[in-house]
């Protein structure tokens, strides 16, 4: 069958659902992207100033719950319809979006930003399986890649739109989003129609427990657990490219090298990218990652398709480690520029490889069972983000941590930051006192606290995640008889 003929047999459901789940991933990583940098930024800039720690244990524990909801809104949507079901999570989205806009407590910010992640819960099984049931055998496979294509795209559109939108406020980055999400609203209250299927008839909370049952059959296989507790170490490196990156570059890159490099290179091509202050901003750095997906996932696919699944992680996994430690062992902008693609080759080698190790692993007539449980390490690995994204990098490389514990230990008087005493104001002390410019005061930071030094943390989780999974599969797939050709 030709590629013409695969798409003609796509129904309008199909395409709908496609271009939802695009609108959506821009939405969420729009905000995402720069959600670290609005927590933690200055209060006269117009963000929240919350510490690190407390970035990193909101954002943690929430989308560790939204990977975890899903186990629950999965059954409601089986329940009551996948079209109500939509129309609910658009409903929560964007009032969660709008309310993030305006709050600044940070109580009232974690409950709307949980609110926001339910929203989000309802959202994934419905879209995923709205794909499974709008494809067959012959059309599965090009359908699921087109899906992850837009998943991609919409990561990678998303954080440009907001970037170049927070130059006139930071409510204008979630308003963004919460419009994407009416697009979305509109979309599958006019076109969007629910697929053939049997509506479950099941009591709801009886549809819950069964799927809990169902997630503890498969990690009753010890085997299998073990390989979902060694994943958390990935994602948990993984994620730090949303938590923490960004955070790190606004503190201690100097990115208008990169605006002049550009500008020297073309003049538009350098206004397209940077700002009117002549920088590149943290968020469309960080971003290339995304870019590098949407370039290269074919080909990296293509030649890590001939490697077992194993071996592809685990080479995937280390080459992602040292791609994300060398991001942060300098403060020059341009090795970020390599250094995020050895990441993304990483990512790339091995992030796709992990459902499809699942698959391979779990009996024939239990792959769903093991499918539903994949949750775990996704889930267990924001919960250790938001961990060493805050507490971590709060006491390591926090450059207003960092700033306000040297000028205490040169006996200056430090004011308690609030909105009257700033972190800018922090800054612009600590360069009078020091008698520094702001340059001068980041590099003396830098060469005597040595914040990149994060870099170790970071490469140790993920090497120790590569080396577990090696002996994994040495001592305990290879060794039992398993088919190692294909696992």
Do not use: C, H
Not at 243 to 270: E, H, K, N
Not at 425 to 440: H, I, N, R, S, Y
Request: charge should be positive.
């Amino acid at each position: 069958m030709s590629k013409t003929n695969i798409f003609r047999r796509y129904s309008r459901t199909f395409w709908t659902a496609n271009t939802m789940e695009l609108f959506e991933r821009w939405a969420w990583y729009g905000m995402f992207m720069l959600l670290a940098l609005y927590l933690t930024g200055s209060k006269d800039e117009g963000a929240l100033g919350f510490t690190q720690v407390q970035k990193g244990r909101l954002m943690g524990p929430v989308v560790a719950i939204l990977y975890f909801l899903p186990l629950i809104t999965g059954a409601i949507a089986d329940r009551y319809g996948f079209k109500k079901v939509l129309i609910v999570s658009y409903t929560i989205m964007a009032s969660g979006y709008i309310m993030l806009a305006y709050i600044q407590d940070y109580t009232l910010f974690y409950i709307a930003f949980l609110w926001l992640a339910i929203g989000a819960s309802l959202f994934k099984p419905v879209i995923t399986a709205t794909i499974a049931k709008t494809t067959d055998s012959k059309t599965s496979s090009v359908g699921f890649g087109l899906f992850y294509m837009m998943v991609n795209l919409g990561a990678f559109i998303g954080p440009i739109v907001a970037s170049k939108m927070r130059v006139f406020s930071w409510q204008t980055v979630f308003w963004i989003s919460a419009g994407v999400i009416i697009l979305n609203m509109i979309l599958v209250l006019l076109i969007y129609k629910e697929p053939k299927r049997e509506l479950s008839e099941e009591p709801l909370m009886k549809s819950i427990k069964t799927m809990f049952n169902n997630v503890w059959l498969a990690v009753k296989d010890l085997k299998f657990l073990l390989f979902l507790i060694i994943i958390i170490g990935f994602w948990s490196m993984y994620n730090q490219l949303f938590y923490t990156l960004p955070v790190f570059i606004d503190q201690w890159m100097d990115t208008s090298l990169v605006y002049d490099f550009l500008y020297s290179v073309s003049p538009g091509l350098a206004n397209a990218i940077g700002t009117s202050e002549g920088i590149v901003e943290p968020e469309i750095m960080t971003n290339l990652d995304a870019m590098y997906i949407v370039l290269f996932q074919v080909l990296i696919s293509t030649l890590v398709m001939r490697f077992r699944p194993l071996t592809a992680m685990t080479s995937g996994i280390v080459v992602a480690s040292f791609g994300l430690a060398l991001s942060f062992a300098t403060n020059n902008p341009f090795y970020l520029v390599f250094s995020l693609f050895i990441f993304a080759v990483g990512e790339m080698s091995s992030s796709p490889k992990i459902n499809e190790y699942i698959g391979k692993i779990a009996p024939k007539d239990k792959v769903a069972l093991y499918m539903g449980a994949s949750f775990i390490p996704m889930a267990g690995g924001n919960l250790i983000a938001g961990y060493i994204s805050g507490d971590v990098y709060g006491k390591m490389s926090d450059k207003i941590n960092l700033l306000r514990t040297d000028l205490i230990e040169k006996g200056i008087n430090v004011p308690q930051l609030s909105a009257d005493f700033t972190q800018n104001d922090l800054l612009k002390l600590g360069a009078q006192k020091l008698q520094m410019t702001q340059q001068e005061l980041t590099t003396y930071l830098w060469n005597n606290y040595q914040p990149g030094k994060i870099w170790v943390v970071l490469l140790a989780i993920g090497l120790t995640t590569a080396l577990a999974l090696f002996l994994y599969d040495y001592f305990l797939m290879r060794s039992s008889g398993q088919k190692t050709q294909q696992i």
